[in-house]
């Protein structure tokens, strides 16, 4: 694939108003989307995160009020729900280590000094803070999600517009953890959803892009 | 190029620690990245970014004391930083709309709907909740360039730690209504890095995803 077939990608993507909901994406496809969800890169590589995906139709139908009442919520084939972790605790920085020195062959003393960094870096921030830090990287997840929905052909529409707090009661987040950022509805878009004939809405780079 | 294609530019790409200074980007391949920046989605597609693009010799060392250090910012071959509109204004909006309109030959006027959803969701927020927002935005763009990075075979590494206030300073930023979020050099791995032959630390499917 070269360059010009990878912007070709980008821009056959666009966010699916409308999906078929009668088809849906094979369970062999799927895996590689979860496998790029667990590849995505984070601060530290810590990922503070966990996806919940949805494919019953009555956890669908229960979360669609508390998405603005869009159905991409329901006729979609796989509903992907963006959490992040709210707060990370230094355990789970000991954690991460202990899989990083598993992973490597080494011993987690071999890594005091990464160990020492993030655990500073963790130091200035209160929960909040942290909560925020991890909101952030599952804008990363999202931005990859898409990246890949559209390099492997699949359909997606990312939704800030729900309300996070509800869809934490419905999907038990709280508990665990955890608290709702975004909703991803991926499949097959719909025949009939007009917009991707639509031209794409972008200011030109004298706007966005500055060289130096 | 399908899906297990896809995975294993995933998996080739890492946070590059040594670039080759020697080794820079073609204009005609960056002119693909910077197209692809512009494709980034956005929240409504407002695109509240900045994106400084910078080769310059000099700017990059003055930089690197802000930058942790890391020797990236000065060794890669084009440095990006990422920046957040802050914060963004209803005038912006009217600006958005406009532009939509032109796109997509339709009348401002048929576009109120739109415009008074996009002006109901920022009344909610104030200055620092709509920056807040802005950076989030950020972040995608960054998964966004990740995953083009990997695509056509550039590498990349992003930064959280460098010191924001101090980039806005240099790159005269703030007086235009922007502020840094991330940098994110680019360019090509030396062959004396040791960091792509180390495997990848991931927690497992088990942990990160949840089945409903």
């Given amino acids: 694939m070269n360059a010009d077939q990878w912007i070709d990608k980008l821009k056959w993507r666009y966010a699916t108003k409308q999906f078929d909901p009668t088809q849906k994406i094979d369970s062999e496809t799927w895996g590689k989307v979860e496998e790029s969800l667990i590849l995505t890169p984070s601060s530290f590589g810590l990922q503070p995160w966990k996806f919940i995906v949805i494919t019953d139709d009555a956890v669908k139908q229960s979360l669609l009020p508390h998405s603005w ?39 987690p003393e071999a890594l ?13 921030m209160d929960d909040d803070t942290r909560t925020e830090w991890a909101k952030n990287q599952v804008y990363i997840a999202l931005g990859q999600l898409m990246s890949t929905a559209a390099a492997i052909g699949l359909d997606a529409c990312p939704m800030e517009g729900i309300v996070p707090a509800e869809y934490d009661k419905i999907l038990n987040l709280e508990e665990q ?31 966005l892009i500055q060289h130096i």
């Fill in 112 to 124: 005091d000094a990464y160990k020492g960094m993030m655990l500073g870096f963790l130091s200035h």
């Fill in 69 to 107: 009442g869009q159905p991409q919520v329901t006729d979609c084939s796989h509903l992907v729900v963006l959490a992040a972790r709210s707060p990370i605790t230094e355990a789970e920085v000991t954690e991460f280590i202990n899989l990083t020195a598993t992973t490597r062959g080494v011993t």
């Fill in 177 to 207: 953890g955890y608290t709702t950022v975004l909703a991803c509805p991926m499949g097959f878009r719909s025949a009939q959803d007009k917009y991707p004939e639509l031209a794409k809405v972008r200011y030109t780079a004298d706007k």
